[in-house]
């Protein structure tokens, strides 16, 4: 879908939706509060994939909502970024120790990942559409 209305019309988009939105309260991602006149507030917006199996098949709808960071400004709404990326050649090694020893590798995927890390800063994003 290319909109927020589009989506809300077909069920699985809208129960994609709901398991995000799920997540983000099982999470205790936000709460929602009065924004301090002084203060900006971040827009958001929904992202929609449709992840597909090996054979082409479809295996899931999955939406997640975003917040619009690319709104802010360095060095007035924040001061440093951090995005944990490992290097290629560090995954080289990895590889290639475990072909020589011979070990088992498992890929995680943790979901929400980002949402673990507590902020010293505060942040106010607007209230999402499914929320209004």
């Not at 077909?10 to 929602?32: C, G, V």
């Not at 929609?48 to 690319?70: C, M, N, P, Q, S």
């Amino acid at each position: 879908p290319t909109s927020i209305q589009e989506a809300m019309k077909l069920e699985h988009w809208t129960q994609a939706m709901k398991k995000e939105m799920n997540a983000l309260k099982r999470n205790s991602t936000w709460e929602i509060v009065d924004k301090p006149r002084d203060k900006k507030e971040i827009g958001c917006r929904w992202i929609f994939t449709v992840k597909h199996k090996a054979d082409g098949t479809i295996e899931r709808y999955k939406a997640r909502l975003v917040a619009k960071g690319y709104t802010q400004t360095y060095g007035i709404d924040y001061e440093e970024t951090f995005a944990p990326v490992a290097k290629m050649n560090t995954v080289r090694v990895v590889l290639a120790l475990a072909a020589h020893f011979g070990w088992n590798l498992h890929q995680l995927d943790v979901k929400n990942a980002f949402l673990h890390e507590n902020l010293e800063e505060e942040v106010y994003m607007e209230i999402p559409q499914v929320l209004k």
